[in-house]
């Protein structure tokens, strides 16, 4: 099964120390995030940013730091 993720929130405690990435986020002097992939070989999840047509790799989080994933719920 394929699933669209639409935010990672990277920390412990979700409300008050964690990271929040959502795609479409404005970040980076300009840069825009384009994607979030989850790799299941390493169980790492990266976070892509786009400006104008260029997209990058531009974070990497791997599986020893606590993560929540909300996925794209459209039907």
């Known amino acids: 099964m394929s ?3 639409r ?3 990277i920390g412990s405690d979700y409300k008050t120390d964690a ?3 959502s795609v479409g986020q404005s970040v ?3 840069h825009e995030i ?3 992939l989850h790799d299941e070989s390493d ?6 940013i786009k400006k104008q047509n260029e997209v990058m790799p531009w974070k990497k989080f791997n599986s ?3 993560v929540s994933v909300e996925y794209d719920l459209t039907y």
Do not use: T
Request: net charge positive; glycine share 8%; proline share 0%.
């Open 3 to 5: 699933s669209v993720i």
């Open 7 to 9: 935010k990672i929130s």
């Open 19 to 21: 990271m929040h990435y």
């Open 28 to 30: 980076y002097g300009g």
């Open 34 to 36: 384009s994607h979030i």
């Open 43 to 48: 169980n790492s999840y990266s976070v892509h």
């Open 64 to 66: 020893n730091m606590a």
